[in-house]
DNA sequence: GAGATTGCTGTGAGCAATCTGAGAGCGGGT
DNA sequence: ACCCGCTCTCAGATTGCTCACAGCAATCTC
């Protein structure tokens, strides 16, 4: 994560402002806009190294916005934020070269996975590593496949977002709320026993394959992903 | 903790004064506000390290205030304060970026630990060390983890306070109201007989794992955890 | 040493946090 | 339209924590 510059642009404020934020937690070089003209002037200055793009801008949509980039010779690529009804061949027109596409509501650990993706796929010279491996426990983000000590487990994304959370944070304990606001669609409205629900899940496929519980709990604290190595 | 300046914003007179005390108690310089207005007028001109902001304020609510901030550049981090029924519904996203919350009735000791979380996670400039070890035991905050003599023991998360509260105060008497104030939740109306018993406890998992007790009684005045080298 | 004071710790009731199974609702695929 | 898998809710079971209390131990006072 060496000084990657992300362009962010969004009308909306708060999700505006949540990207920014969580984004730059996560270590990116942040600049946000709310609008096309903006964007375009931001992404000639800034040279950003990824756009954050929402299609439907007050000024003019996303597409309008690549394409004028592109003209300038910036070909940052784009990963492009559409709301759910978007048409779906609107979508696929979009997504061409390293493009890519999520549809809002989105969830911040969701963006930074996908961030990491297209970056893995356009500049080969970072060493973002596509495989996350700790303890007992193997994620190909590419193919999306999690192995338990070599063998391949089959999990739902929510169980599989999950997993990746926990195991991107090892041995720290990540609070109910924290694995909320990471994990689940940012406009989630439930309850927090939800996640209970799905470590539980989680465990019933993961324990049976290892030789000790990964997921402990800490209680009146949250959950904690534990790998073998020190303590 | 060199001069970390801490913005205090709460309209309760007794918490705010509370909060303003104990931490200036524990080495912050702090400024104290009571309502949203203030708030942002302090935060632009004292330029804080660290927010600690009651959602439920009499002019504008806690994000309001965050939202103003950011818009004008304010970009240190925010401990919100709400009240424990409220919990459930307004969290979502109060844990990204360097943000947290806290739940009223809060301990001190807690709020002081969080504080050095949040400091810890956003600057790594500073020196914050996660891992408090004091004589034969080790406490890994980031993993809630308590070693003795590097044997993980497991701990009640008030046995774990307790310790934490006497080890960042070694070789130093401490009453047991001042354990009472500053361990427990503010509102507990119990006897200080509470103490007791889980000193009781602690020496009863500790002991058995040392070379000597640890946690000494000074009758009549109260406890010191006693650290091998000096003090 | 006796009685008073202070501290220690086992017991147990009540409660809070967590786990998990069952099922409703939704949506995609055939 | 039907099936199937996924998400999410709910409620009962379970775990284990908190706290009060009471009797005992240690220490102090005279």
Redesign the interface.
């Known amino acids: 994560m060496e000084n990657v510059k992300v362009l962010v642009v969004d009308d909306e404020?708060n999700i505006r402002?949540?990207l920014a934020?969580?984004l730059?937690?996560a270590g990116f070089s942040v600049h946000a806009v709310g609008n096309g003209a903006d964007a375009v002037h931001a992404a000639e200055k800034g040279e950003p190294d990824i756009i954050l793009l929402d299609v439907m801008l007050p000024d003019m949509n996303g597409f309008s916005v690549t394409k004028k980039l592109r003209s300038m010779g910036i070909m940052a690529p784009v990963l492009f934020l559409t709301a759910r009804d978007e048409t779906e061949d609107k979508i696929t027109g979009l997504t061409v070269g390293g493009d890519d596409y999520m549809t809002k509501p989105f969830s911040?650990d969701e963006i930074v996975a996908r961030i990491h993706a297209i970056l893995r796929r356009t500049k080969q010279a970072t060493i973002e590593e596509s495989v996350l491996e700790v303890g007992e426990i193997k994620i190909n983000q590419d193919a999306h496949e999690v192995f338990v000590n070599d063998e391949l487990i089959d999990l739902s994304p929510t169980e599989y977002k999950l997993l990746r959370f926990l195991m991107s944070n090892p041995?720290?304990?990540l609070?109910k709320?924290?694995i909320?606001?990471?994990v689940w669609e940012?406009d989630?409205?439930g309850?927090?026993g939800i996640v209970e629900s799905y470590v539980s899940y989680l465990r019933k496929k993961l324990d049976p394959l290892t030789t000790e519980p990964l997921i402990q709990t800490?209680?009146?604290?949250g959950y904690?992903y534990k790998s073998a190595k020190n303590?």
């Open positions: 404020p402002d949540l934020t969580s730059r937690f911040l041995n720290r304990v609070t709320a924290q909320l606001d990471h940012y989630f409205n309850e927090m800490k209680r009146g604290v904690m303590g």
